[in-house]
């Protein structure tokens, strides 16, 4: 009997002793900071199945410079099997100032077979002060290296996937802060008219015309010197916008040409880039 009622006092006790413990650990465990939520929100978003969410969580990376987890995650980034994420994770690097990333970013543009992905680690190589983003650019608007030497079948390939994939290209253009569209003036007209185009080339190599606006090697302003006479009204006047912004008066004799253009818009522009390097010119002469 003695027995029994000791048995009956320790299952009455049982739960007051669990609550007991409970409380003890909850008070050597400190509380879950809102830094700590945060960091568990972002870790979840990077492998979320959801590819907007992965996206989303890559972008938001950029507010997030100078951090070792971030960089972490978003150097991770450039290994999903998604395209988007992969640019996005890019695009971040290039935003946070993580010069570490540039050999990833390098290898991105070596060996990922997507066209929008290798756009955006050019960029963020260039924002990240490795000029050799421009390369790509380059290769968009001539065809080949800077080398001289022609595309490998691998880079080719890339930019024929750029080409087959003109929502894509048209969303990176913007996403990328390249732009395409000379002095905000091409008009809507315009806009319209390479939309309904069944070829998106010329939504690219203006792309990469405005991106090549800061790269100062020589040969990279014979090639956008060269563009002012591509077919495209859109690549003509991306070439007069850019060099204009490159601001050397000497390419001004080549520019006289586009003050006859059949293209208002083209025209327009030619004539923009005219007047700022002509006072450039006065300028120097002074």
Known sequence: MILGTTILKSAKLAPALIMSAVSIAASVMPAQTPR???????????GNNSVDQ?????SALQLI????????????????????VRSAAALTLGAMGAKSAIPQLKDVIANDKDGTVVIAAAKALIQLGDESG?????AVITGQQKSGAGLVADQKKQLS????????????AFETGIGFLPFGGIGLAGIQSVQASKSKGPILKAASIRALATDQDPRTEKAIVAAISDESPLVRAAAYDALARRGHAA???????????????????AAAAVVYLSTVSNKEEK
């Open 54 to 58: 992965r996206v989303a969580t890559m």
């Open 65 to 84: 410079p100078r951090d070792d987890k971030a960089l972490k995650l978003a150097e991770n980034g450039l290994q999903d099997k998604n395209h988007e």
């Open 134 to 138: 421009y390369d790509v650019y380059y």
């Open 251 to 269: 390419v001004l004799p080549s520019l006289t040409a586009g003050l006859d253009d059949q293209k208002v818009e083209v025209k327009l522009t």
């Open 161 to 172: 996937d750029m080409m087959a994939h003109p929502q894509q290209m048209e969303k990176m």
């Open 36 to 46: 700590d939520r945060a960091w568990a929100i972002l870790e979840a978003g990077a």
